[in-house]
């Protein structure tokens, strides 16, 4: 039987066969959610949407991040549509990668329109640890350029065709992100794009989960 693999879902598993890496953004009003009991896989971060109080979330995240539990940090991201200044964004960016640098934990990277920032501190930084771009949607030339650069990307309910099989096979994972909803129906989308079974597809996700994840 195979294993389906979700590397960034804000809901937990729809099936027993599933594996959840579940995403739990750091607010200010972490207190609340304390007493919410969080099970499985997590991913632990500071989402730019979310820049509140920075002191407050970046104690918060460097208490969490080094829990087993944790398998990445992030999601942690640069955002060209939010009134946040992208200086700031970059900041409390490059603050989050460098604490995956040090944890060596995979990086999950939420970017919408700011590519060439990313790059440039990609390249500034040199990670060791996998960097990760979660819900791609970008076009072929996009992804080609990205997965030159060294990235990883993820595939969710929407994508360009085009790039997954550019990111095809060592360079892809599979997310149902905001949606709440089972992972098999990208698996699903993805196979029928490549036209392979869900079992090969399945058996190519499983093994880059492996070399990257500690799950
Ligand atoms: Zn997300």
Redesign the pocket.
Known sequence: MMTYYNI???FPSHHSDEVTIL?W?IRKKEEEEKGEKKAGFLSVGI?PWYIEDVAIQIKQLRDLAALPEVVAIG?AGLDRLIDTHIDIQQEIFVLQAHLAEELQKPFII?CVKAWEELIVVKKQIKPKTAWII??FRGKPDLAEQLIHQGFHLSFGTYFNPGSLQIAYPDHIFA?T??KDSSVRIVYSQMASVLNITEEELGKQIQKNVKILFSI
Do not use: L, Q, R, V
């Open positions: 960034h879902s804000h995403n953004i989402h999601e939420h979660h819900g997310e992100d905001d």
